[in-house]
């Protein structure tokens, strides 16, 4: 469709064309689904709910008190940006299958070693995998890695690391158990309305490719739809149209209707597998969701509409017009809790996507159709003391400036800026945020809240309605920053493969 919403690299995510659907009569639906059966390809007819678990965060919950999160939630998928050993030791036993990502990064290095590729799977799938192991179900081979700004950077990497890959599983006996899927931004296609989808013309022939070896092997095509960064990123986008209560500026598309823009994104995506010949390749969503703050329209209502919206849309079954009783194979909300040290290039709100705040707490109501009827908090948080750094009320403030520009160049004060929800505080109310949230990110070191005699300490909550001044969490879990650990790993995988051949 029109609108397209493009992420950039420091984010996760990806852009969403304008669409939804309208119901098709029980014929059609009988006939499509007898056409699929008589072609030898049965689409799963029913979703399942998971959720994205992001780990770039100043105040990190304990693996174990996150999969207890999960298990709580019933919630029985998850998808990973990497290989955290960590978060996978915590995920054994637990029942919940494993989507596990591989960094854009590494695609090089996997293109063209298989000796890394057999390091990667021995790693981080086969030494986890197995009776009472961790369920790891798919590799994510990159993360949108044909996304517009890149510029074809690691676009020629990816097919061949995905056959060194599925040769590495092989070998390990894990190829009809573990499959490869490729996360791709929804900038891979593009159309004026959906049924004319079709993949940019610079990736016709490596999607053709990387498409036959998903068929091959069983796996789905997976994408990441933003209806919110359409939004965000064109002021001319229908605003209703953004979720699924209905709107009034619908897309017409020959006899199909769209009321939201999930259905149009989706079944562009449709159309441009059925130009390629892969029409009923199953199609799992890797990233769909909504922000909670950073930015105008990102706040805890529209959150709760649009992904309780989504939510009751995809189990329903109803399809979309391409794909009338077919749903998504699996959605994977983005994200299971807020992320306070990701990039905020592509806007303040990326560090908000959470359904659950950075400590496991619900923001909001939300059923995710898998038996409970409302989110449930994490348990037995280990908390830091319940004090504050505040300005201090005797001081003249004239001369903070750079005490603020030193603590949200550490910490994250993007709920401060304009439509956020601690925007409206004041001045005041303003530096001592910001302070606050250095302080806390220091682990409440006394000498964090001096700020040349600025600061003080209160036991008092300064939280003002929805502008809640964070305490943060005790981790004793790692030393290691994501970032961090993923080098060590990397590097540690790079001289192993450089010794075998030596």
Not at 97 to 110: D, F, H, K, S
Not at 200 to 210: G, V
Not at 308 to 316: A, D, K, P, R, T
Request: hydrophobic share 40%; glycine share 8%; charged share 15%.
């Amino acid at each position: 469709m029109k609108d397209y919403c493009k992420r950039s690299p420091e984010g996760r995510k990806m852009t969403a064309p304008r669409a939804r659907i309208i119901g098709s009569s029980p014929f059609v639906r009988a006939m499509v689904m007898m056409m699929m059966i008589f072609s030898g390809f049965v689409l799963v007819a029913e979703s399942v709910i998971g959720v994205n678990w992001g780990t770039l965060s100043f105040h990190k919950l304990k693996p174990s008190t996150v999969v207890d999160l999960l298990k709580d939630n019933n919630i029985q998928k998850v998808k990973l940006f990497e290989a955290d050993p960590l978060v996978l030791r915590a995920l054994m036993g637990s029942g919940i299958q494993v989507m596990v990502g591989i960094p854009n990064e590494m695609l090089a290095t996997l293109s063209f070693s298989p000796a890394a590729a057999d390091l990667w799977v021995r790693q981080n799938v086969s030494t986890y995998i197995g009776k009472g192991g961790a369920d790891i179900r798919y590799i994510a081979v990159g993360n949108e890695p044909f996304l517009t700004s890149y510029a074809g950077q690691f676009q020629s990497y990816v097919v061949p690391a995905m056959v060194n890959l599925q040769q590495s599983l092989a070998r390990a006996n894990l190829a009809g158990y573990v499959k490869l899927v490729v996360p791709c931004n929804a900038d891979a296609y593009e159309s004026n309305v959906p049924s004319q989808g079709a993949f940019r013309p610079e990736l016709s022939q490596i999607m053709t490719q990387l498409v036959s070896f998903l068929n091959s092997n069983g796996s789905p095509f997976v994408v990441n739809i933003y209806p919110f960064l359409s939004l965000y990123g064109n002021s001319d986008f229908p605003q209703d149209y953004a979720f699924f209560e209905g709107t009034t500026h619908p897309v017409i598309d020959g006899s199909n209707t769209y009321y939201n823009a999930f259905d149009g994104n989706f079944d562009t995506l449709v159309a441009a597998l059925s130009k390629i010949g892969y029409g009923q390749m199953p199609i799992v969503i890797g990233e769909v969701g909504w922000p909670t703050d950073g930015a105008v329209g990102a706040n805890l209502t529209a959150a709760r509409v649009f992904n309780q919206g989504l939510i009751n849309h995809v189990l329903s079954n109803k399809g979309t017009p391409l794909r009338p009783g077919v749903p998504p194979m699996d959605i994977y909300l983005f994200s299971l809790l807020d992320e306070g040290a990701k990039s905020t290039l592509p806007g303040n709100f990326e560090r908000h996507w959470g359904i659950f705040s950075f400590d496991g707490q619900a923001k909001y109501a939300l059923n995710l159709g898998l038996g409970n009827k409302k989110l449930k908090n994490a348990r037995n948080v280990q908390y830091l003391p319940s004090r504050w750094c505040v300005a201090s009320p005797s001081k003249d403030l004239s001369d903070v400036a750079n005490h603020m520009k030193v603590a949200c160049n550490v910490a994250d004060c993007t709920t401060l800026d304009y439509g956020g929800s601690c925007n409206s505080i004041g001045a005041k109310g303003n530096i001592s945020y910001a302070f606050n949230s250095y302080y806390q990110l220091q682990m409440q070191n006394e000498q964090s809240c001096n700020f040349d005699g600025l600061g003080v300490v209160t036991f008092l909550d300064p939280s003002v309605g929805d502008c809640r001044f964070l305490v943060g969490v005790t981790d004793t879990s790692s030393s290691f920053r994501p970032y961090q650990r993923w080098v060590m790993s990397w590097i540690l995988i790079l001289w192993q493969v450089w010794a075998f051949r030596i």
